[in-house]
């Protein structure tokens, strides 16, 4: 069964450093999530996007985050300076369009030091 | 915008006693209801989703209850197991509107052999 793919697991980083994070969706789903989850708490929407552009963000996605995809098959978040504040697993994920069911890659842990 | 409350924040039961976890939702235009199961540093996997446009659905010892007109809706796992042991989260989404889900804050549910 295809799945969402997420790398790196884990990544550690300084403050006010830049960090990447991918992901490779279900190949044919078009919408594609960026969420995050801090240690013990809820699951929590960033962005979503779809035809090559962002169709919704949150309050926390600032100026700070930005999401590309690069290809045909990676979807990307950027975090231009990192905070302390932004240490928690962040998870993508992809659906079919026209459903709803969102299925979840297995994260990475940044950690922000 | 939609908030969703899930209780009870933690669930203890014995194998093969039923588990029931409850989600409250808030805004009326919300017709999509998933459950995830997370289990520790995984992934949120999908394990059963309710549309609006019915009341009760069920897959093997998962169920899933919808009251509109509460706008909260419930999960039940029957014969519960080990390896049921996990957090779950319920979330709510709004097919015509937002992409994005709104997850409650999770039920961590221990079945004691």
């Known amino acids: 069964e295809p799945e969402v793919t997420q790398t790196p697991s884990h990544q550690v980083t300084q403050m006010g450093q830049e960090v990447i994070l991918r992901c490779v969706p279900i190949?044919?789903?078009?919408?594609f999530y960026w969420y995050r989850q801090i240690l013990g708490q809820k699951v929590e929407f960033l962005v979503s996007?779809?035809?090559?552009?962002?169709?919704?963000k949150s309050e926390i996605f600032d100026d700070q985050f930005s999401v590309e995809r690069p290809d045909g098959s990676n979807f990307t978040l950027k975090i231009r300076s990192t905070k302390l504040e932004d240490s928690a697993m962040y998870f993508c994920?992809?659906?079919?369009?026209?459903?709803?069911?969102?299925?979840f890659g297995p994260g990475t842990r940044l950690t922000v030091l | 915008g939609e908030n969703v409350e899930q209780h009870p924040s933690t669930l203890s039961v014995q194998e093969g006693d039923s588990a029931v976890i409850k989600c409250t939702y808030s805004d009326s235009a919300s017709n999509y209801f998933p459950w995830y199961k997370q289990e520790l540093g995984k992934r949120p996997q999908l394990i059963i989703d309710i549309r609006s446009n019915v009341g009760e659905k069920k897959d093997q010892r998962i169920a899933v209850t919808l009251n509109k007109t509460a706008k909260h809706f419930s999960l039940h796992i029957t014969e519960t197991q080990p390896e049921d042991s996990a957090v779950y989260f319920c979330a709510a989404h709004d097919q015509g509107g937002s992409e994005k889900l709104v997850f409650g804050k999770g039920t961590k549910l221990t079945v004691n052999p």
């Open positions: 996007f779809y035809n090559n552009e962002i169709s919704e």
């Open positions: 994920a992809s659906s079919v369009i026209g459903a709803n069911e969102q299925f």
């Open positions: 190949s044919n789903h078009l919408y």
